[in-house]
């Protein structure tokens, strides 16, 4: 696919759905919605239920976007820089991983506990902050807290599980490219992974264990971002033109939607992995309207994390309005403080970082 200021649109495009959905699925539990009364609001609302495939789709995003973009800068996949491809994942979380946890403080400090808003966004009447909340947050380690505590903090927390299962993901992930050296034995290495996942799937079922550790356990979470990483590396291998990639596309899409409207995990990983294929190589998608919504997947990391606070300013406007209109409403206010955020503090902490610490940006620095 021809890429819009190089980024493919297509894959932004799938970014936006997964964001979406994850909004869609908040502002629907908040319950502040009406009641659907049409078959649209109806369906809305039914997919909208399914919104944590939404962070599945993130994660074999993330899986593929991250190994691409690291075998387009290094001459060999197998002798990465880890100093730079750690640098790169501080700078493009942390920034704003950090502000956004100061914002949360500040406003646990000063929200007001009387609000239905505040106790849904930032602070359940159940949740205790205690040390190990913190450092869990800082460490990375989140998910399993929340595993072992079983407890609901507030939208604005809880997403933080995500962010500790990726970047425990990525702590080992160039660890183990450099010491597979191999495809073939990287491939060997991710299949393992893989059924390492599916197998505590079936594990974690068996013993009929909580929601969160089926769901927000680091090795549930693991095999999805693998899958992303073997398509990244051997998708050239596999049969691609303009009919079988436009097929990937429309097959590929119609998974996706069928994984949210009905449900079904192979449905939604199918879908994904075969639009992703075909959005590489399908032809562009040149029509304006489309990048409006490509814009929401670009802004993603931000909407995510601070989608919780355009739900909490948003909730006296949209509690009680019809679910799509509402869902609308709260989508354009995220939109626009995700990319105030982005402009004037995300993305110039990001170039700051990788201008400091990778080695393009000591070599910039010495041309200079």
Same mark, same amino acid.
């Given at each position: 696919?021809?890429?819009?200021?190089?980024?493919?649109?297509?894959?932004?495009?799938?970014?936006?759905?997964?964001?979406?959905?994850?909004?869609?699925?908040?502002?629907?539990?908040?319950?502040?919605?009406?009641?659907?009364?049409?078959? #649209?609001?109806?369906?809305?609302?039914?997919?909208?239920?399914?919104?944590?495939?939404?962070?599945?789709?993130?994660?074999?995003?993330?899986?593929?976007?991250?190994?691409?973009?690291?075998?387009?800068?290094?001459?060999?996949?197998?002798?990465?820089?880890?100093?730079?491809?750690?640098?790169?994942?501080?700078?493009?979380?942390?920034?704003?991983?950090?502000?956004?946890?100061?914002?949360?403080? #500040?406003?646990?400090?000063?929200?007001?506990?009387?609000?239905?808003?505040?106790?849904?966004?930032?602070?359940?009447?159940?949740?205790?902050?205690?040390?190990?909340?913190?450092?869990?947050?800082?460490?990375?380690?989140?998910?399993?807290?929340?595993?072992?505590?079983?407890?609901?903090?507030?939208?604005?927390?809880?997403?933080?599980?995500?962010?500790?299962?990726?970047?425990?993901?990525?702590?080992?992930?160039?660890?183990?490219?450099?010491?597979?050296?191999?495809?073939?034995?990287?491939?060997?290495?991710?299949?393992?992974?893989?059924?390492?996942?599916?197998?505590?799937?079936?594990?974690?079922?068996?013993?009929?264990?909580?929601?969160?550790?089926?769901?927000?356990?680091?090795?549930?979470?693991?095999?999805?971002?693998?899958?992303?990483?073997?398509?990244?590396?051997?998708?050239?291998?596999?049969?691609?033109?303009?009919?079988?990639?436009?097929?990937?596309?429309?097959?590929?899409?119609?998974?996706?939607?069928?994984?949210?409207?009905?449900?079904?995990?192979?449905?939604?990983?199918?879908?994904?992995?075969?639009?992703?294929?075909?959005?590489?190589?399908?032809?562009?998608?040149?029509?304006?309207?489309?990048?409006?919504?490509?814009?929401?997947?670009?802004?993603?990391?931000?909407?995510?994390?601070?989608?919780?606070?355009?739900?909490?300013?948003?909730?006296?406007?949209?509690?009680?309005?019809?679910?799509?209109?509402?869902?609308?409403?709260?989508?354009? #206010?995220?939109?626009?403080?995700?990319?105030?955020?982005?402009?004037?503090?995300?993305?110039?902490?990001?170039?700051?970082?990788?201008?400091?610490?990778?080695?393009?940006?000591?070599?910039?620095?010495?041309?200079?």
């Amino acid at each position: 696919m021809r890429r819009d200021d190089g980024r493919n649109i297509g894959i932004d495009l799938l970014r936006a759905v997964a964001i979406l959905s994850v909004v869609a699925l908040h502002w629907v539990n908040s319950n502040w919605a009406a009641r659907p009364a049409s078959l #649209l609001s109806d369906t809305f609302a039914r997919m909208a239920g399914h919104g944590t495939y939404g962070v599945t789709l993130f994660f074999v995003l993330s899986g593929f976007l991250i190994t691409r973009m690291t075998m387009a800068r290094e001459p060999d996949l197998f002798r990465l820089s880890l100093r730079d491809f750690y640098v790169r994942r501080i700078a493009r979380i942390q920034p704003l991983f950090v502000l956004v946890v100061l914002w949360g403080a #500040l406003v646990l400090l000063w929200g007001d506990m009387g609000s239905a808003a505040f106790r849904f966004c930032f602070r359940d009447p159940h949740a205790v902050f205690t040390p190990d909340f913190w450092i869990s947050l800082f460490t990375f380690t989140f998910n399993w807290d929340r595993i072992l505590h079983g407890n609901f903090w507030g939208v604005h927390w809880d997403v933080m599980w995500s962010l500790a299962v990726e970047e425990q993901f990525y702590l080992g992930f160039p660890l183990l490219v450099i010491w597979a050296g191999t495809e073939r034995r990287l491939g060997w290495s991710l299949g393992a992974v893989i059924a390492v996942g599916i197998a505590v799937r079936i594990l974690v079922d068996a013993l009929g264990m909580s929601f969160f550790a089926k769901v927000t356990n680091s090795f549930v979470c693991f095999d999805t971002l693998a899958m992303g990483v073997l398509l990244a590396v051997f998708g050239d291998r596999l049969p691609r033109g303009r009919g079988i990639s436009l097929t990937c596309v429309a097959v590929g899409s119609f998974g996706v939607f069928w994984a949210f409207y009905k449900g079904g995990f192979v449905w939604l990983i199918l879908g994904a992995c075969l639009f992703l294929h075909g959005a590489r190589y399908a032809p562009p998608l040149t029509n304006p309207a489309w990048k409006p919504l490509a814009r929401i997947g670009q802004l993603s990391y931000g909407i995510y994390l601070l989608h919780a606070t355009a739900l909490y300013l948003a909730a006296p406007v949209i509690a009680g309005m019809n679910v799509l209109a509402g869902f609308a409403v709260l989508a354009v #206010l995220v939109l626009m403080i995700a990319e105030a955020v982005y402009r004037l503090y995300e993305a110039p902490m990001n170039a700051w970082i990788r201008a400091s610490w990778t080695r393009e940006g000591a070599l910039a620095s010495a041309r200079a």
